[in-house]
């Protein structure tokens, strides 16, 4: 089949797309390897996004190789909690039996969670703060 001109933006947003998919499937892959070669107990997805986080930290992929995809995939990430949510449905009779301790878990490391993230933000801010202090001291 001939591409024509029409075709074309058609055609090279479809190519962009399937590479792009193709390098994150590619660290997804790699991460998958780790986790059979060592055994150790971490998601081969956790593993992957390290990777890949390294890899755009050291210049290797560029953020325009996976930008689009990306994008795209986190502006539909509401669709990929769908099939959780029916299989959560299908298990509320079980749920049911374990609710508080459940709701408990859930509302108690919010808090944590939440505290822990303000202490590491005021942390970081005083940190920042005291370093422009002494830049601007060293400058005079």
């Given at each position: 089949m001939k591409i024509t001109e029409f075709m074309w933006p058609y055609y090279y947003s479809l190519h962009n797309m399937i590479v792009q998919f193709g390098i994150l499937l590619s660290f997804l892959a790699a991460g998958e390897f780790i986790v059979w070669l060592t055994g150790v107990n971490i998601p081969s997805s956790i593993i992957g996004m390290l990777l890949l986080t390294a890899s755009l930290k050291a210049g290797v992929v560029k953020?325009?190789?996976?930008?689009?995809?990306?994008?795209?995939?986190?502006?539909?990430?509401?669709?990929?909690?769908?099939?959780?949510?029916?299989?959560?449905?299908?298990?509320?009779?079980?749920?049911?039996?374990?609710?508080?301790?459940?709701?408990?878990?859930?509302?108690?490391?919010?808090?944590?969670?939440?505290?822990?993230?303000?202490?590491?933000?005021?942390?970081?801010?005083?940190?920042?703060?005291?370093?422009?202090?002494?830049?601007?001291?060293?400058?005079?």
């Open positions: 953020p325009r190789h996976v930008e689009r995809l990306s994008n795209f995939l986190v502006h539909n990430l509401g669709f990929f909690f769908v099939p959780a949510g029916v299989g959560l449905m299908n298990c509320l009779g079980i749920i049911s039996g374990q609710l508080l301790p459940i709701v408990a878990a859930s509302v108690g490391s919010t808090v944590i969670i939440i505290a822990v993230n303000g202490q590491v933000h005021s942390y970081v801010r005083r940190r920042l703060a005291r370093r422009q202090q002494l830049q601007s001291q060293t400058e005079l």
